[in-house]
């Protein structure tokens, strides 16, 4: 069991970093085979990430509330999100392309995502 760590914190970086904030919405629960490939597509997109820290993601959390799972994602560029997005090689681009031919917008399932350009010392 890790140990609490008591007390306040901050955290540090060096220049620019991103925020990135990604969601999803079952809005049709019973709908299993549109949204668990949605579903099951993120834990491989992260143990990607964690295992490759090259590639640039410096943390996420994951948070659920009701229908709706959003994770907060730290970045150390825009372009090291961007070309993990892009790359075919990694786990992200297929499964959003899958996504966009099987669910779209039928609205089944809900995808959003947010990105924030952090400034150096400015958080």
């Known amino acids: 069991m890790s140990k609490v760590q008591a007390g306040r914190f901050t955290g540090r970086?060096?220049?620019?970093?991103?925020?990135?904030?990604?969601?999803?919405r079952f809005n049709k629960?019973?709908?299993v085979h549109k949204w668990m490939p949605v579903f099951t597509a993120m834990p491989k997109m992260i143990a990607t990430l964690m295992k490759h820290p090259e590639k640039g993601?410096?943390?996420?959390?994951?948070?659920?509330?009701?229908?709706?799972?959003?994770?907060?994602?730290?970045?150390?560029?825009f372009d090291h999100l961007e070309a993990f997005a892009r790359n075919t090689d990694d786990p992200?681009?297929?499964?959003?392309?899958?996504?966009?031919?099987?669910?779209?917008?039928?609205?089944?399932?809900?995808?959003?995502?947010?990105?924030?350009k952090v400034a150096a010392g400015q958080y």
Not at 57 to 77: E, V
Request: proline letters at 2%; hydrophobic letters at 45%.
């Open 29 to 31: 629960l019973w709908k």
């Open 57 to 77: 993601m410096l943390g996420a959390r994951t948070m659920i509330g009701g229908r709706t799972i959003t994770m907060i994602q730290y970045w150390r560029s």
């Open 13 to 24: 970086i060096e220049g620019d970093f991103v925020v990135f904030a990604i969601g999803m």
């Open 92 to 116: 992200h681009l297929e499964p959003w392309r899958r996504f966009n031919r099987t669910v779209g917008k039928s609205g089944d399932v809900g995808i959003w995502h947010e990105t924030y």
